[in-house]
């Protein structure tokens, strides 16, 4: 069964900056296209941005400039690097192998990113 662990969240000021990590127990993890979805409350979840396994990179407008998805291979992780956040960015963050509308795995416990002042 694949395993999820999502890490690195937690308290920023607006403006400020944190780096999620989400570490992937699967075979072949370098043939997933992956992702990083927040589910803020009351909201759907929703998908934010994508890497795929050559490294082409996909972002939602609302994040686009300032989230950076990247990943290593070797080390069955991908990164998802977010500076100027802002209140809005607040939610539980989470990783998943995007397929179509759907996604591949089980959910992780997620990390939560709480962005305030």
């Known amino acids: 069964q694949v395993r999820l662990v999502e890490s690195g969240g937690g308290l920023a000021q607006p403006g400020g900056s944190l780096r999620l990590s989400c570490l992937v127990s699967?075979?072949?993890?370098?043939?997933?296209?992956m992702g990083w979805y927040r589910q803020a409350p009351g909201k759907q979840r929703e998908l934010v941005a994508t890497i795929t396994n050559g490294g082409s990179t996909n972002y939602v407008d609302s994040v686009k400039g300032r989230f950076t998805i990247s990943r290593d291979n070797a080390k069955n992780t991908v990164w998802l690097q977010m500076n100027a956040l802002k209140p809005e960015d607040t939610a539980v963050y989470y990783c998943?192998?995007?397929?179509?509308?759907?996604?591949?795995?089980?959910w992780g416990q997620g990390t939560q990113v709480t962005v305030s002042s």
């Open positions: 699967v075979n072949s993890f370098s043939i997933f296209t």
């Open positions: 998943n192998a995007p397929s179509g509308v759907m996604y591949i795995w089980s």
